[in-house]
Structure formats: structure tokens, C-alpha cells
């Protein structure tokens, strides 16, 4: 099953332009990732944001969590062609062990 | 340091035929995870292993196993295959239940 639900399923944008795309979950946590596909092939971590933190900034990407809304949100600042790809959050359950639960992804196109 | 490898890249298996698919973690990793990535889909969790043991399971049948080796090289074995087994299936390695995974490219594997 699936923890978190990504929104909007896809985004289109010009080059330049910010993205933002939104993740919901279920169930407590302890930390919230941010991973990258191109292309159908492995995924590439991009930021890890911890449950006791509201914002981290990495590069161009800005993630804000608020866990009393189980949301977070992922900000992609002046976008390139080479961003286009699929983007995933993924939760870590507080449970015993490192179960890391993927969302469904937005597909993000970056019109050059 | 090397990454995560995955072996063979594409498989094509009819059904009711066994399977075993091959992971090499990156150097110093000692937990490996493996998901199950339907088209158009999150990855789905299928179990962990950390050294040697399983150490977690999603909601996958019995037909699914696997082994993790002394040098933390991993292999998913899936028996009876189903049409619905077709997929593209994610090793990713992580250190002492770090919480970044680091993916191979994946294996697809097609079940006719």
C-alpha cells in the first residue's frame, strides 16, 4: 500500500518557472524523504527531512514539513529541462525497523 | 566507491517459472531493501535485509524471499511467477538502518 499521495499527479512548466509539489501521509513518523526517477530506472535521494524540523534547503530545493497536517511539500526553484522526471516522497514509519514507504509520484515536465 | 549494481537489467519469464534477481550494495552498506515498482506506481516495499537477517516485510506472499550474503550482496527470489509479478523490481542499500537509500537501475522483468 501506499503511505503518501502526491499532488498535482503531473505538472507541466516553462524553464525558469518554480515547482511545487505536495505529499500527504498517514501515519506518524520519523523522518520524510524527497527521491527523483528519470526515466522508469533507479530512484536518487535528494533530501531527507527529519520529524522534528519544519524547512531544509538543499541547492534549488526548499522542503517544509508540518506534521500535524502529515504534509510536506517540495519546492523546486528556476527549474531546468534536466529536472523533468518523476518525484517521489517517502516516509519512514516510527515502527521497529527502516520501512521506507513510497508515495505515487508526480511527473514533472520542464518545458525548455 | 562503488554504487548499487542490479542484475540482468531485463528478464523476460513466462508463467510459473522461478526467478532470482541479484543486488551488489554500495561499498560499506549493510542493509539492503527491495521494492516492486509497477508501471506507473510508487515502489512498493517487499522486505529488508540487515546483516544477513530479514529485518521487515511488506505485503508480499511467501513466494517472495530472499538472502542477503556475509559480504551484504542480496538476491530476491520470486517462485510461481504471475502475470502481475511483471514489473520493475529496486534494490536499494543503505548504512546500519541509515535512512538514505541509494538505489540500483533496477531489474524489469516481464512475466508472459
Redesign the interface.
Given at each position: 500500500s501506499q503511505q503518501g499521495e502526491e499532488d498535482p499527479q503531473a505538472l507541466s512548466i516553462q524553464e525558469g518557472e518554480n515547482a511545487t509539489m505536495n505529499c500527504s501521509y498517514k501515519t506518524s513518523i520519523n523522518n520524510l524523504q524527497w527521491y527523483r526517477q528519470n526515466s522508469g530506472r533507479g530512484l536518487v535521494h535528494l533530501i531527507l527531512i527529519r520529524s522534528n524540523e519544519r524547512e531544509k534547503h538543499s541547492g534549488r530545493l526548499r522542503v517544509t514539513l508540518d506534521t500535524s497536517k502529515k504534509s510536506s511539500s517540495l519546492l523546486i526553484t528556476a527549474s531546468r529541462a534536466a529536472d523533468t522526471a518523476s518525484y517521489f516522497c517517502a516516509t519512514e514509519d516510527t515502527g521497529g525497523y527502516q520501512k521506507v514507504t513510497f508515495g505515487t509520484g508526480t511527473k514533472l515536465q520542464v518545458i525548455p | 566507491e562503488t554504487g548499487?549494481t542490479q542484475s540482468p537489467t531485463h528478464l523476460i519469464k513466462t508463467r510459473g517459472q522461478q526467478v532470482t534477481l541479484r543486488c551488489s550494495s554500495q561499498s560499506g552498506h549493510n542493509?539492503v531493501?527491495w521494492?516492486q515498482?509497477a508501471?506507473g506506481?510508487?515502489?512498493?516495499?517487499i522486505f529488508?535485509y540487515?546483516r544477513e537477517e530479514e529485518?521487515?516485510r511488506?505485503?508480499f506472499p511467501p513466494r517472495f524471499s530472499g538472502l542477503q550474503f556475509p559480504n551484504y550482496s542480496s538476491e530476491l527470489n520470486v517462485n510461481a511467477l504471475e502475470l502481475d509479478d511483471s514489473a520493475?523490481y529496486?534494490c536499494?542499500s543503505?548504512q546500519n538502518?541509515?535512512?538514505?537509500?541509494?538505489?540500483?537501475?533496477?531489474t524489469q522483468l516481464s512475466v508472459l
Open positions: - | 548499487v542493509t531493501s521494492y515498482q508501471l506506481q510508487g515502489p512498493q516495499f529488508q540487515y529485518n521487515g511488506g505485503n520493475l529496486l536499494a543503505s538502518l541509515d535512512k538514505s537509500l541509494f538505489f540500483g537501475s533496477g
